[in-house]
């Protein structure tokens, strides 16, 4: 049993020792090859690189960026009570791995505040920080990009100069309910009521997009904005204030699916029919919302592209590249299911 397990070990990676020791040479001056720097002849730099071609010898990233006192980790804030940012965090791992970089998670919850969370990765030593809808002022953001390369996702810095060392990657939310309202108004909407998020991430823009799609197609009487937040709580507030009115809309649009599910619930407890007579659409395009017993209508943010951003211009930054575009901004798409349709007669 020994001998077979003996056997079927891993075989030892080779390192630059081995190289420096089968090409006759220092470590140092193999070092200085393989990174690219002056200090050794044409036949030298040839033997080395021959060498570590035959016997199979990769650098490890990890550690010249180590030598180079450069931290390999990416602190990501997230909220782990928001789906959607769940979803982008199972993109971003694998984005991370393949720039050659780890990533350290700081979670927003209940009775912690997100200056600890963010101060926690900091206090790790991580690189550089990707913040999943961050509260903090533009001032406060600004302020910490100075202190570490920082991307913000799903989230515009109407007031923050961005290049070096900060950036964003967010969907064009006002877009995105521009979507959602011409959909509405092609179904025959026109008493359409937009739940907004109160100033969550990117909620401004999505009330303003509301706002400005309402107007385009001739409704500026009929733009009817609740107050609500990026939860199930809010959007059952929501929905008992709507239900209170003499009369419903015809058609909801809600800040985000969490918010959505909330109005959703109370609408259902007390028998009003979805999409019967209210139709009703989310924002996110979590995979709540692909549940067949939910089947929502919403507004679809690609998550895997979000997170593979991110990270990009996280790295970039790291190395001191200035971004092409450090306010990256995605197209958002309608996802048509089963809570929309018609309006009442």
Do not use: W
């Not at 050659?100 to 991580?126: I, M």
Request: with cysteine.
């Amino acid at each position: 049993m020994a001998a077979r397990a003996a056997g079927t070990a891993s075989p030892r990676k080779p390192t630059m020792a081995d190289v420096a020791k089968q090409a006759g040479v220092s470590r140092t001056l193999v070092s200085f090859i393989l990174d690219g720097k002056p200090g050794a002849s044409d036949d030298t730099r040839r033997r080395v690189l021959a060498v570590a071609d035959e016997i199979g010898y990769r650098p490890d990233a990890a550690a010249r960026l180590l030598a180079r006192g450069r931290s390999r980790t990416l602190g990501v804030l997230i909220d782990v009570s928001q789906l959607f940012e769940a979803e982008l965090v199972a993109n971003i791992y694998p984005a991370a791995e393949e720039f050659g970089h780890e990533v350290l998670l700081s979670a927003n919850v209940p009775g912690r505040s997100e200056v600890t969370s963010v101060e926690a990765l900091l206090s790790h030593r991580c690189g550089a920080l990707i913040l999943l809808g961050p509260s903090q002022s533009d001032d406060d953001l600004a302020e910490l990009g100075r202190r570490a390369p920082t991307v913000v996702v799903g989230r515009r810095l109407p007031n923050t100069p961005l290049g070096d060392r900060i950036a964003t990657v967010r969907t064009d939310d006002a877009d995105g309910l521009r979507r959602a309202v011409d959909y509405l108004t092609d179904l025959g909407h026109r008493d359409i009521l937009h739940v907004d998020g109160n100033g969550e991430p990117g909620s401004d823009d999505r009330r303003d997009g509301y706002r400005a799609a309402m107007r385009a197609h001739g409704l500026p009487d009929h733009i009817d904005i609740v107050a609500g937040a990026h939860d199930e709580a809010a959007g059952a507030h929501a929905a008992r204030e709507i239900m209170s009115r003499t009369r419903l809309p015809t058609a909801i649009i809600a800040g985000n699916d969490r918010c959505a599910l909330g109005i959703l619930d109370v609408f259902t407890r007390a028998g009003i029919d979805i999409p019967g007579e209210v139709s009703l659409v989310g924002y996110d395009d979590s995979r709540l919302s692909d549940n067949p017993r939910i089947d929502l209508t919403t507004i679809h943010q690609d998550a895997e592209a979000i997170g593979r951003n991110a990270v990009r211009l996280a790295v970039e930054m790291l190395d001191g590249t200035q971004p092409a575009r450090p306010d990256h901004v995605l197209e958002p798409s309608l996802k048509v299911r089963g809570t929309t349709g018609p309006p009442r007669r």
